[in-house]
């Protein structure tokens, strides 16, 4: 994929990009700065894309691990206890913006990423490399937690 | 607000994405471009290691390898060891010179001719002698011979020190007289293993002049002999200047027949007039460019040959302006050494201590007979500061004619020092006349006397 494509083809999912990785992380800033980092991150591995037609689960893959190393250098730079692990039956409590960013980082990116970003289950199972079928069981249970009832569609 | 509420109301909200958020960052290109260029920085350090790791295991792992590396060393001992001859220091840097790589172990000495110089006229074998039990080894009388039929080549050989530390590269010359340098010859050197004893032990008190003594061959020489090949772009080099130039040097006519240039060396050919009243014996010149670069007389090593028919020394050798691409050659003699014709023996007394007449500079030193053998000692102006050189031949002769031979002596400080005799600028000749009963002896002058030319003769050479 030549530099112009790939200019035209992340102008066109980024604020999906930006989307997720602002519910993932709960903070502007650090959405922004990953999302850009994401894309330096594709931007330099671009010649490993041997199909083009999976550019954006690939770069939603790349984001999602990005997501991941933010969240990471944040817990190391805040105190553990400063980001409690909720009980499960905490989060119909919270607001649903910040019950999303508490559920377990397994459930809440697919969550993000089925009912956020547009994603269906095949492409949420690409970008996040598991199976359909665990996809589903996991929107199922992110769903309960969340006391959101969404559709499969 | 119910949950689905909620959602639809983070719906909206997540529509509004940053305005930066809808194009891709400047940043992106900037930081892999900076990539680009740390990466090219560093991948050839990084390449370098893995080369290095492969060098060092290829090396450990593979004998030829370890050999071809071991080999860098041993050229750079070769250019250590030509420094002092400008002929053979340029004929390497213009890389002229022949790998040969051969190597004998007899006992627990191994020979390796490493390299040899070779063109038309001239080899320079490089050799060196190693052994797990001596320190130092000896090498003697080195021989060339003909391939085919083992007979003797006519050639001139001189060798480095006899004596050299194990696995110090050592050098063997050979100048052809006459003919092309052949394909293959063989090469011989006897061997022996030197026992250091001797450094430590206590010199011997009186010092005498050097006795006369019987040569007696050591019993456990070894004789590596290997057939050289050499690669004919190199024995073909060479050029010959047929001049016939007719001159005066001092008050002799000479003619300056020609020239050959080799890498190795350079040859002046000269012809004596048949009516001149002396040989000559040697030259003090040199040979200029239009560069004015200069190449001058071989300082150790072979640096003349004789005619076969006179004392003369036709043939005069230069360093070599071979590879200096010169257009024009000139030669300027400003000196030259004769032997006059009528003083090819000269008489001494030894009873009374009287010489006739001597080479100029030499006056008869002493003469003592020590009820076996004469002792004889000759005082020797220096031409120049710590520089000696040959006085007499090794040939000397009873009245009646009986040839005899010396083949020792020695040339410096006086062995029996007088006040007399500690002047500047003067060394001594001494040596041995053995179990020669006579009181008169007819010694062979190496020259008569010395000419210093106020004007250099100048030669076009081409």
Same mark, same amino acid.
């Given at each position: 994929m030549q530099v112009d494509a790939f200019s035209n083809r992340v102008m066109a999912i980024k604020p999906r990009l930006y989307r997720i990785a602002l519910l993932y992380l709960g903070n502007e800033s650090m959405a922004k700065d990953t999302v850009d980092e994401a894309e330096y991150r594709a931007y330099?591995?671009?010649?490993?894309?041997?199909?083009?037609?999976?550019?954006?689960?690939?770069?939603?893959?790349?984001?999602?691990?990005?997501?991941?190393?933010?969240?990471?250098?944040?817990?190391?730079?805040?105190?553990?206890?400063?980001?409690?692990?909720?009980?499960?039956?905490?989060?119909?409590?919270?607001?649903?913006?910040?019950?999303?960013?508490?559920?377990?980082?397994?459930?809440?990116?697919?969550?993000?990423?089925?009912?956020?970003?547009?994603?269906?289950?095949?492409?949420?199972?690409?970008?996040?490399?598991?199976?359909?079928?665990t996809v589903a069981t996991r929107q199922r249970r992110a769903l309960q937690l969340l006391r959101l009832e969404l559709s499969d569609a | 607000m119910n949950r689905q509420q909620e959602y639809q109301e983070l719906l909206l909200e997540l529509e509004n994405t940053p305005k930066e958020m809808s194009q891709m960052s400047a940043n992106t290109k900037i930081r892999a471009r900076k990539r680009t260029i740390l990466r090219s920085t560093l991948i050839p350090p990084g390449l370098f290691l893995a080369m290095l790791c492969m060098v060092t295991l290829a090396v450990n792992t593979s004998p030829t390898i370890a050999y071809a590396f071991e080999r860098i060393p041993v050229l750079r001992q070769i250019a250590v060891a030509v420094n002092f001859n400008p002929s053979l220091t340029v004929a390497i840097e213009h890389e002229f010179i022949q790998r040969i790589d051969l190597a004998q172990t007899?006992?627990?000495?191994?020979?390796?001719?490493?390299?040899?110089?070779?063109?038309?006229?001239?080899?320079?074998?490089?050799?060196?002698?190693?052994?797990?039990?001596?320190?130092?080894?000896?090498?003697?009388?080195?021989?060339?011979?003909?391939?085919?039929?083992?007979?003797?080549?006519?050639?001139?050989?001189?060798?480095?020190?006899?004596?050299?530390?194990?696995?110090?590269?050592?050098?063997?010359?050979?100048?052809?007289?006459?003919?092309?340098?052949?394909?293959?010859?063989?090469?011989?050197?006897?061997?022996?293993?030197?026992?250091?004893?001797?450094?430590?032990?206590?010199?011997?008190?009186?010092?005498?002049?050097?006795?006369?003594?019987?040569?007696?061959?050591?019993?456990?020489l070894i004789a590596f002999v290997f057939t050289l090949a050499f690669d004919p772009g190199f024995t073909e080099q060479g050029k010959i200047l047929y001049l016939y130039q007719d001159f005066t040097l001092a008050d002799q006519r000479m003619v300056l027949t020609s020239v050959e240039i080799y890498p190795t060396h350079m040859r002046i050919n000269l012809a004596a007039d048949p009516s001149n009243t002396a040989w000559l014996r040697s030259l003090h010149f040199f040979a200029e460019n239009e560069?004015?670069?200069?190449?001058?007389?071989?300082?150790?090593?072979?640096?003349?040959?004789?005619?076969?028919?006179?004392?003369?020394?036709?043939?005069?050798?230069?360093?070599?302006?071979? %590879?200096?691409?010169?257009? *024009? #050659?000139?030669?300027?003699?400003?000196?030259?050494?004769? +032997?006059?014709?009528?003083?090819? /023996? @000269?008489?001494?007394?030894?009873?009374?201590?009287?010489?006739?007449?001597?080479?100029?500079g030499v006056t008869l030193d002493e003469a003592r007979w020590d009820g076996q053998s004469w002792h004889l000692s000759f005082a020797v102006i220096e031409?120049?500061?710590?520089?000696?050189?040959?006085?007499?031949?090794?040939?000397?002769?009873?009245?009646?004619?009986?040839?005899?031979?010396?083949?020792?002596?020695?040339?410096?400080?006086?062995?029996?020092?007088?006040?007399?005799?500690?002047?500047?600028?003067? %060394?001594?000749?001494?040596? *041995? #006349?053995?179990?020669?009963?006579?009181?008169?002896?007819? +010694?062979?002058?190496?020259?008569? /006397? @010395?000419?210093?030319?106020?004007?250099?003769?100048?030669?076009r050479l081409r």
């Open positions: 330099i591995s671009l010649k490993k894309l041997r199909q083009p037609e999976y550019f954006e689960t690939w770069l939603t893959r790349i984001l999602i691990n990005e997501c991941k190393k933010a969240m990471h250098r944040a817990k190391r730079e805040v105190a553990y206890e400063a980001i409690p692990e909720p009980a499960a039956e905490n989060f119909d409590a919270l607001p649903l913006k910040e019950a999303i960013g508490k559920l377990p980082h397994e459930l809440r990116e697919v969550i993000i990423l089925r009912y956020f970003s547009g994603y269906s289950v095949v492409e949420t199972a690409q970008s996040l490399d598991i199976p359909q079928g | 007899i006992g627990d000495i191994t020979m390796r001719v490493e390299y040899v110089i070779v063109d038309q006229r001239q080899l320079n074998i490089f050799y060196t002698l190693s052994s797990p039990t001596y320190a130092y080894l000896n090498s003697w009388r080195p021989a060339i011979f003909c391939a085919e039929d083992e007979t003797h080549l006519p050639v001139s050989i001189s060798s480095g020190p006899h004596t050299q530390s194990s696995g110090a590269i050592r050098q063997t010359v050979v100048n052809f007289f006459d003919g092309q340098m052949p394909d293959t010859l063989v090469f011989e050197m006897l061997v022996l293993g030197v026992d250091t004893a001797w450094m430590y032990a206590e010199i011997p008190e009186p010092v005498q002049a050097l006795p006369q003594r019987e040569y007696t061959e050591p019993a456990d560069r004015g670069e200069r190449f001058d007389t071989i300082s150790n090593g072979i640096t003349a040959f004789g005619a076969v028919d006179s004392p003369t020394m036709a043939s005069h050798l230069l360093h070599s302006p071979f %590879f200096a691409q010169s257009e *024009a #050659l000139t030669l300027y003699i400003k000196g030259v050494e004769w +032997l006059d014709k009528d003083m090819q /023996r @000269v008489r001494v007394d030894l009873a009374n201590g009287i010489a006739q007449r001597l080479p100029e031409r120049a500061p710590n520089h000696n050189h040959q006085i007499f031949g090794q040939d000397f002769f009873n009245e009646a004619g009986e040839a005899f031979r010396f083949n020792a002596w020695s040339s410096g400080i006086r062995f029996h020092s007088s006040p007399g005799y500690d002047a500047p600028n003067v %060394f001594f000749v001494q040596f *041995a #006349l053995a179990d020669f009963p006579y009181d008169i002896v007819y +010694l062979t002058p190496a020259y008569s /006397r @010395v000419a210093t030319l106020v004007a250099p003769v100048a030669l």
